[in-house]
T-cell receptor, first 113, second 112 residues
Framework: SQTIHQWPATLVQPVGSPLSLECTVE??????LYWYRQAAGRGLQLLFY??????ISSEVPQNLSASRPQDRQFILSSKKLLLSDSGFYLC????????????FGEGSRLTVL | AQSVAQPEDQVNVAEGNPLTVKCTYS??????LFWYVQYPNRGLQFLLK??????LVKGSYGFEAEFNKSQTSFHLKKPSALVSDSALYFC??????????FGSGTQLTVLP
């Protein structure tokens, strides 16, 4: 069966420091991969999605970037964190030919101080 | 453009009573509809989906949802609520667009 791993689970970082959140999927090949941000425990904002290695689409301009160095690995990064980057970050995957349902990781809680 | 509305930020229900969490949508083409549940500090868990066929869809943990094309609704229901059902619930839709669109979420509280 397919599983998704996301780490670290929690992170406290000072303003201006770099960020790296990692997500890996097991048990499937060539998944679509996504990064979402959830602020204040509510709505989901799609940040990035990828349909293949090296292929990244950005949904909103921001202080973050994403990379997909391997088929089942998706990384969210920042060179210099802002206070507004605080939030709950969720990685998700879907099957390319599916009806679109997403399967989520357990999330990473980022607090920028 | 596709959109989802969850008109209630908060739903409170007594344990043992039936519950309904409302969702309406707008899409181009035939909709694919989904419900997810999120417990505190956890990722979203897939509950159920409607793709085609029977308008009543059964999912995990005793939840079901009814697709109503004329009212463009996909309300989540459960005959008898449990305290452990208390969580944040998200409706999502996919039409001809490439990605899912999520609603803003409804916080369900089941009172003992």
């Amino acid at each position: 069966s397919q599983t998704i791993h996301q780490w670290p689970a929690t992170l406290v970082q000072p303003v201006g420091s770099p960020l790296s959140l990692e997500c890996t999927v097991e048990g499937t090949s060539n998944p679509n991969l996504y990064w979402y941000r959830q602020a204040a425990g509510r709505g989901l904002q799609l940040l990035f999605y990828s349909v293949g290695i090296g292929q990244i689409s950005s949904e909103v301009p921001q202080n973050l970037s994403a990379s997909r160095p391997q088929d089942r690995q998706f990384i969210l990064s920042s060179k210099k964190l802002l206070l507004s980057d605080s939030g709950f970050y969720l990685c998700a995957w879907s099957i390319l030919t599916s009806t679109g349902e997403l399967f989520f990781g357990e999330g990473s809680r980022l607090t920028v101080l | 453009a596709q959109s989802v509305a969850q008109p209630e930020d908060q739903v409170n229900v007594a344990e043992g009573n039936p519950l309904t969490v409302k969702c309406t949508y707008s899409v181009s083409g035939n909709p694919y509809l989904f419900w997810y549940v999120q417990y505190p500090n956890r990722g979203l868990q897939f509950l159920l989906k409607y793709i085609t066929g029977d308008n009543l869809v059964k999912g995990s943990y005793g939840f079901e949802a009814e697709f109503n094309k004329s009212q463009t609704s996909f309300h989540l229901k459960k005959p008898s609520a449990l305290v452990s059902d208390s969580a944040l619930y998200f409706c999502a839709v996919k039409g001809s667009a490439r990605q899912l669109t999520f609603g803003s979420g409804t916080q369900l509280t089941v009172l003992p």
